[in-house]
């Protein structure tokens, strides 16, 4: 089992920065790691992810703005937004996916609200 914990989340103007983060209950050396974010009444979508070697991927909506990052050693991945829009308005929930047995594992979620 493991436990992720969001943190970060918060009202910003629309062209500000907000920066989130999860730290892991145990190692996330054996995990991909990332955030997806979701609407209510709507699916949970990715919004960026980081294999266990450091490839990074990102939903086409997000990139060039936001920067995923981990940390093994403090067993935490990152999400550095910027340029947020309104329609970044979400609930961003920590995700990690165990290679080998492709477990996955969630975050309560964060909320993210752009707005002036």
């Known amino acids: 089992q493991v436990q992720l914990v969001e943190s970060g989340g918060g009202l910003v103007q629309p062209g500000g920065s907000l920066s989130l983060s999860c730290t892991a209950s145990?190692?996330?050396?054996?995990?991909?790691m990332g955030w997806y974010r979701q609407l209510p009444g709507k699916e949970r979508k990715l919004v960026a992810i980081?294999?266990?070697?450091?490839?990074?991927n990102y939903a086409e909506t997000v990139k060039g703005r936001f920067t995923v990052s981990r940390d093994n050693a403090k067993n935490t991945v990152n999400l550095q937004m910027k340029s947020l829009k309104p329609e970044d308005t979400a609930v961003y929930y920590c995700?990690?996916?165990?290679?080998?047995?492709?477990?996955?594992?969630w975050g309560q979620g964060t909320q993210v609200i752009v707005s002036s």
């Open positions: 980081i294999e266990t070697d450091g490839k990074k």
């Open positions: 995700y990690a996916l165990r290679i080998g047995d492709f477990v996955q594992y």
């Open positions: 145990r190692s996330i050396s054996s995990f991909y």
